[in-house]
């Protein structure tokens, strides 16, 4: 049983082709649909998320107590608020300038 | 490349709608998904990278349904044996054997239907379900696990298909007079 388990795989090990490429993956791409994009919805949390930072600056005494700042007037709140604000509209700006990219001709 | 490399691919897929990652899987996977479909149509390349174009295009679509506890090349093969199956039926044959045995005799002819004659000689000898365990087994390196949730039948019975194949085939290599080191 042994011997005859070896000759199968030799036998099938032995028939294994390699298909090249030539051209496969190129119609397949091209036949692919586009897919929705749910880009919106990372500006949405961006855009929310920064509303949230900017609301919790405004209307809790935490940024002062952590910073140790005595008194934090509203211009220094609206500074920190955009500081925080930075990430989410950094991310949001990336994934909407990269886009999807164009598979190259051969 | 590596499965955690396949996984990356495969995020930035579903993230990003990344085409060129896409187009990475495609070429990494095309020519076992192709040479399965090949075995399993006893040879017809235009039929088989039909289904092959159709099992990649059906695999972006549902990209998102990955969970990734198997292997990609898994659930590809998973994707082509049921375009294969579908394919089948939609031909409306009386018998998958009738049809699958007429096309040996109308294969396109080009490299490898000359080079796979003995291999669909050897296999008509199977069932259709002996034959597509023995080549997911020994040919796509799947384990029999795999193989259950490819074909989408009990363990058991992938067992007893790959006994009764190695059976059937040990003895027709027999009578041929196989030998190991004749190519």
């Known amino acids: 049983m042994k011997n005859k388990d070896e000759n199968i795989k030799q036998f099938l090990s032995g028939q294994k082709l390699k298909f090249e490429d030539a051209g496969f993956s190129r119609k397949v791409i091209s036949r692919l649909p586009e897919r929705k994009s749910y880009d919106w919805v990372i500006g949405l949390f961006a855009f929310l998320g920064s509303l949230t930072a900017g609301l919790v600056g405004y209307y809790s005494k935490s940024i002062s107590v952590v910073l140790e700042i005595p008194s934090f007037n509203l211009n220094q709140i609206l500074i920190f608020s955009g500081i925080l604000a930075l990430f989410p509209l950094g991310v949001l700006c990336y994934f909407m300038c990269t886009n999807q990219r164009s598979i190259p001709r051969l | 490349?590596?499965?955690?490399?396949?996984?990356?691919?495969?995020?930035?897929?579903?993230?990003?709608?990344?085409?060129?990652?896409?187009?990475?899987?495609?070429?990494?996977?095309?020519?076992?998904?192709?040479?399965?479909?090949?075995?399993?149509?006893?040879?017809?390349?235009?039929?088989?990278?039909?289904?092959?174009?159709?099992?990649?295009?059906?695999?972006?679509?549902?990209?998102?349904?990955?969970?990734?506890?198997?292997?990609?090349?898994?659930?590809?093969?998973?994707?082509?044996?049921?375009?294969?199956?579908?394919?089948?039926?939609?031909?409306?044959?009386?018998?998958?054997?009738?049809?699958?045995?007429?096309?040996?005799?109308?294969?396109?002819?080009?490299?490898?239907?000359?080079?796979?004659?003995?291999?669909?000689?050897?296999?008509?000898?199977?069932?259709?379900?002996?034959?597509?365990?023995?080549?997911?087994?020994?040919?796509?390196?799947?384990?029999?696990?795999?193989?259950?949730?490819?074909m989408n039948i009990p363990l058991g019975t992938v067992k007893t298909h790959l006994l009764k194949g190695k059976e059937k085939l040990g003895e027709y290599l027999e009578k041929t007079g196989y030998e190991p080191n004749m190519r």
Request: charged share 25%; aromatic share 10%; net charge neutral.
């Open chain 2, 1 to 150: 490349m590596s499965k955690s490399e396949d996984l990356g691919l495969i995020a930035r897929v579903n993230l990003f709608g990344d085409k060129n990652a896409y187009n990475k899987l495609v070429v990494k996977h095309q020519s076992s998904v192709r040479r399965f479909l090949m075995n399993l149509t006893m040879g017809d390349s235009m039929w088989s990278d039909d289904l092959a174009q159709e099992t990649f295009i059906k695999a972006y679509l549902n990209l998102g349904s990955f969970q990734g506890i198997s292997g990609f090349s898994s659930w590809l093969m998973k994707i082509a044996y049921r375009n294969f199956c579908d394919s089948l039926r939609t031909k409306r044959l009386e018998t998958n054997l009738d049809y699958l045995e007429n096309s040996i005799h109308h294969t396109s002819d080009n490299h490898f239907s000359s080079l796979n004659l003995d291999l669909n000689t050897a296999l008509k000898i199977l069932k259709p379900q002996e034959r597509t365990v023995i080549l997911l087994f020994y040919m796509e390196d799947q384990s029999q696990k795999e193989i259950s949730k490819i």
